[in-house]
């Protein structure tokens, strides 16, 4: 268990619907990730986002958008779905500290939400 | 870019040795993450280097050079549970950038 947690487990919508993914980060992590996994693909990374603050942005549609909260949770919003964003979406967190720079960026993974659009 | 190269497959046989290999683009470098993802679970931490050099865990090793940007993960006395994915990540300076191979996927074959 790496203490990332991640709602729901599944999720089945239609397509031009609109969907919401939560994450939890580990205790004290105030880095949250956010990655899309299609079937049989590698991890694309989506966005980052540091204590509230986004930091890094991949390969993110518009249609998708993410935030951070106060209490470090994090969720990841898609909209408009289409039958290609059926995949996984993981969440990680980190606990590097920003102002430090120091320790290393080691990602501890949430056990993913597996989105199917039909 | 900041291209990660890694095989696409590899097939081994239980109880021999694998070596993976991932190379990078060495401008920003600041350490290298392998990463064990089995079939529809999460990526699970391996190791993480930045020095060069080979640091071995258990049956587990990785290997860096910086100057090379190269780095591979040696697997020992393969087990059936080894079948997995491992991804290569590089962390580079500048964003908090951790940038990630799209993975190798080994069969260990009985």
Redesign the interface.
Known sequence: DSGVTQTPKHLITATGQRVTLRCSPRSGDLSVYWYQQSLDQGLQFLIQYYNGEERAKGNILERFSAQQFPDLHSELNLSSLELGDSALYFCASSGRDREKLDGTDTQYFGPGTRLTVL | GQNIDQPTEMTATEGAIVQINCTYQTSGF??L?WYQQHA??????LS?N?LDGLEEKGRFSSFLSRSKGYSYLLLKELQMKDSASY?CAV?YTG?????????TRLFVKA
């Open positions: 600041n350490g993450f529809g679970e999460a990526p699970t931490f993480y930045v991804l962390d964003g908090f950038k951790t940038i990630f191979g799209a993975g």
